[in-house]
């Protein structure tokens, strides 16, 4: 299957209320996972699936301190704009706010508080196939009650959907993170609002299903997920950067890092934005990724 390049959208909305209070000036996604912004992890996972060109979205009041963190995204290789979403109208909601961002590309959507480290073979996986079809990702949990759960086939041919069931068909939730074909955005812009009313991406989902469009891949034991929306689960996540980066002496989630490895900026660039950080762990880290000792 030749490869279609994907736009990105980060939807970085809602008022993290299950963060309150600290979210009462801020937007959870800029908040710390350990030591580096929570949002720096999704953007880094649209990035290692080699995606460029990434719409943010979040709320008026926040979209200045985004811009102030992530610029343009040329000092790492990307094309970086941003959009609002006023109020929280539901996922699918993003791909009509990137609808004319999208254009006639397909599309991966990513939630600004989940966070992926592992193996990414199935995200480089899934952006080579089919780009018809759309695709979303199972993650094996031991408590599918408190996730949207989906049932599959041997071939990733989705036969089911249930958000939060009593009684789960598997133990495979869905993570945060999708891909859709071009024309994701008019499709969505068609949903009828829940009774929540919010634009649902889980019915979004279902239109795909139900034409036989609808894959699932799943994210295998070599990679590990975290939905970030809880004082717990934010500590949990914390606890295992650190842990990890200590242990390893790697960095995850590191924009320069990955810009670098996956060819979007040269050496020489890399040295300038290295040499325009200040003094800091990080910039050694970085020192040793330019010098090839990590």
Sequence with gaps: MSHVEHRGILLAGGKGTRLYPLTASTSKHLMAVFDKPMVYYPLTTLMMAGV????VISTPGDLPRYRALLGDGAPWGLRVEYAEQAEPRGIAEALVIGEEFIGDR????????????????FLRKSVEDD???????????DDPSSYGVIDFDDDGTV???EEKP???????AVPGLYLYP?????????????????????????????RGKLRARKMGRGTAWFDTGTPQDLLEAANFIEAIQRRQGLIIGCPEEVAYRQGFI???HLMRLIGDL???AYRDYLQLVAEDLV
């Design 166 to 172: 009593k009684d789960p068909k598997s133990h495979w």
């Design 106 to 121: 397909p599309v991966m959507l990513v939630l600004g508080d989940n966070l992926i480290y592992g193996r990414y073979d």
């Design 159 to 161: 036969l089911s959907i």
């Design 266 to 268: 040269g050496h020489d």
């Design 278 to 280: 200040p003094a800091c």
């Design 131 to 141: 780009p018809t079809t759309a695709r979303i990702f199972a993650y094996r949990v």
């Design 182 to 210: 071009a024309g994701a955005a008019a499709e969505a812009r068609s949903l009828a609002p829940s009774g929540r009313g919010e634009m649902e991406i889980t019915d979004l989902n279902r239109r795909y299903l139900e």
């Design 52 to 55: 460029r060109e990434i719409l």
